[in-house]
Each structure stands twice: as C-alpha cells, then as structure tokens.
C-alpha cells in the first residue's frame, strides 16, 4: 500500500519550515536588539593641559639680598605674576604652573526611557608648578629671596622642562 502525498502536505511543510526558520532569526536577534539597545553607551578619554604665567628661572647672583632694588628686580625679571603689600613691604611673586588631567568616564542608558543610567569615570591629574617669592624692605632693597619648584604629588618628580 502506498500513501498518496498530497499538494496541501507540501505546502503545509513549506510554511512550517519558513515560520520555524523566522522564529529562530527572532529568537536570536531580539535579545541582541534589545542588549544593544541596554548597553549602547559611550566611552570618552579626556586630556587636558593647562598653563599658567611664564619661566620662573631660580635666582642667579644677580640678586643678591641687601644690595639688589625693587627697580632692578623689575628691570631684570620684568613684571611679576602677583603683587602683594604685606605691612608696608613688598611682596614680588613670579609663579608658573602647569596642570595635566586624564579623565576616563562610561555611561551605560540601561533604563533611558526612565531617565537613569549608569555612569563610571575615573581622573587622574598632577598640577607642577615653580614660585619665585621676592621680600622688599619699605625702602625698595631685597630682603629675603624664596624658590621653590614643586608638584601636587610629592612623592613624584616634577616633570622635566620638555614636557612643559
């Protein structure tokens, strides 16, 4: 005995076939739309470098406490950073300072639609600078010279003048 096939069977496989192939691409792209959907987020790195004021140079013999004048100072160094009177005496201050920072950060919209997110960032920064203080009497003569070169992170050496 043998069974007839008949043209519905085939069709009916046909569409069984192609609904089941459709569900497997469903099943595997949705949840990778949606993920992608969750977890589409950014990722941003930040440098950024800022200087302030010009060379400090460390004091030479050219000024000498006692002897050198406020006129000569500004003569020699030109005009100073910062200007302070402190009891009737003047303060010179000759500062330049270099700042760097690096900042990473990344934001995930897990429920935008619900106006939260996560967000994770990360900095890192290191500020060097060099200061010239310049102590004058009342009468305009030096009386005490301070130099100091220096760097938010102790521990580490400031950074040499090429990377300035």
Not at 10 to 35: D, G
Not at 53 to 59: E, Y
Request: charged content about 20%; hydrophobic content about 40%.
């Amino acid at each position: 005995m043998t069974l007839a096939i008949r043209p519905m069977d085939y069709r009916f496989n046909f569409l069984f076939k192609t609904l089941h192939a459709i569900f497997k691409v469903l099943v595997l792209s949705v949840p990778i739309l949606i993920a992608g959907q969750l977890l589409g987020g950014c990722v941003t790195y930040q440098i950024a470098r800022s200087l302030e004021g010009t060379d400090v140079v460390a004091p030479g013999d050219e000024l000498q406490v006692g002897k050198t004048t406020l006129e000569d100072t500004l003569a020699l160094l030109g005009a100073p950073t910062t200007l302070v009177e402190l009891e009737g005496q003047d303060l010179l201050l000759y500062q330049k300072t270099v700042m760097r920072q690096k900042r990473l950060s990344v934001g995930l919209p897990l429920l935008d639609a619900l106006g939260t997110s996560i967000s994770f960032s990360a900095s890192r920064g290191r500020v060097n600078y060099d200061t010239l203080a310049l102590f004058f009497t009342p009468d305009g003569v030096l009386r005490q010279i301070v130099f100091e070169k220096g760097t938010s992170q102790p521990y580490k050496k400031p950074a040499s003048k090429d990377s300035y």
